[in-house]
């Protein structure tokens, strides 16, 4: 008989560090500001949607491995044609999708840093290399790319921790210097001033671009799993046969499908939470924070006088979590724009410590 041997498992896998998510309390009553959910629900359509096809025969049979309904209501919200989205469950699981279809053993991924961390684990798990390029000073993309033969390449925009963005033309600049193709983790595309989805309008079929979108943080469905590539059809036909052939549920489907098909409560949503966003970068500049401006639904911060490690326990034990983010040179917290009172207690607690 085989042995549960720990030193079976793959080199890559044993050498390799977790992914730690933000913590995910799940019980108390805690204000919580450290994984960018939504404070806001899901449009009612989407419990319409998930009740309707608990009462119907659904569960009982496979769901539609293609999402085609789901495709149809995105296509048509975002102007883009159904044919080149691919259905995740969650955008990490379209991550790894792209990691494993594009990136050889010992092949070559490339981000920027700071930025998510889990492009990394993608690497380790794929036993490739990964190298992060620095971001600039003020956020952008060095002026000469230095990896252009990566087999992957993301950029998180707007990135996370800093909410900042690459402008668009420096965006084509990296995608026409790369062999391989370029992903545009537009997690918070909704929440900023531009995307890069107008690429894919209008009958365009970019190649060598790859956009992934969420339907975690702008529409509210973290708890769901649903996440989406936007890519060449050819592309996506591809990219299917390397997906699990059930990747998305039946009740994932429904409530994607009926949140990207109301749009105008997303823009209403999005709206509230980028009014609380203005209001909290002006409050916090105000207790002494260097707060940089974001177009995300969270801010990246430090104190002149107290340190990342100091507000984040200090908060904790006000039961408000944060985000504590350290990478090489960059130290801060990362707080998720909450409901209107949960920031008004967010900053009550902080007025004390300062
Ligand atoms: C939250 C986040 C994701 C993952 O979203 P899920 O759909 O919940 O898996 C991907 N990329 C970035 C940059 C994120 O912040």
Excluded at 136 to 151: K, R, S, Y
Excluded at 308 to 320: H, M, Q, R, S, T
Aim: charged fraction near 20%; aromatic fraction near 8%.
């Amino acid at each position: 008989m085989a042995k549960l041997n720990r030193d079976s498992l793959r080199k890559s896998v044993l050498d390799m560090s977790a992914y730690t998510p933000g913590e995910q309390p799940q019980e108390g009553s805690i204000i919580k500001l450290n994984t960018n959910e939504n404070p806001y629900p899901p449009s009612p359509r989407v419990v319409d949607a998930i009740k309707n096809a608990l009462t119907s025969d659904r569960l009982r049979k496979y769901p539609d491995p293609l999402g085609t309904n789901f495709k149809i209501a995105a296509g048509s919200a975002l102007g883009i044609d159904p044919d080149s989205i691919l259905i995740g469950n969650g955008s990490d699981d379209i991550l790894t999708i792209l990691t494993r279809a594009f990136v050889p053993e010992s092949g070559l991924m490339a981000s920027a840093t700071p930025s998510y961390l889990l492009y990394k684990t993608l690497a380790a798990i794929q036993n490739a290399k990964i190298e992060l390029v620095p971001f600039t000073a003020t956020w952008q993309l060095p002026p000469v790319w230095p990896f252009p033969e990566a087999n992957l390449t993301f950029l998180a925009n707007p990135n996370s921790p800093s909410g900042t963005m690459v402008e668009a033309t420096e965006i084509d600049r990296l995608a026409q210097s790369l062999k391989g193709p370029l992903v545009i983790d537009e997690a918070y595309g909704d929440f900023a001033r531009h995307n890069a989805m107008g690429r894919f309008q209008n009958g365009a079929q970019p190649e060598g671009l790859i956009i992934t979108r969420t339907m975690s943080k702008s529409y509210a469905l973290a708890g769901i799993r649903f996440g989406f590539a936007v890519a060449h059809p050819s592309l996506v036909r591809e990219l299917i046969k390397v997906k699990d052939s059930y990747n998305c549920d039946v009740l994932s489907l429904e409530a994607a499908t009926a949140a990207i098909s109301d749009q105008a409560y997303l823009k209403e949503c999005i709206a509230k939470i980028i009014t609380t966003r203005t209001r909290l970068h002006l409050e916090l500049g105000k207790l002494g924070f260097k707060v940089t401006p974001s177009e995300a639904n969270f801010l990246w911060c430090t104190h002149e006088k107290h340190s990342p490690d100091f507000l984040y326990l200090e908060l904790k034990k006000a039961n408000i979590l944060v985000r504590l983010m350290k990478y090489p040179g960059h130290e801060g917290i990362r707080i998720t724009i909450g409901s209107d009172p949960e920031i008004d207690l967010l900053l009550q607690a902080l007025r004390k410590l300062v």
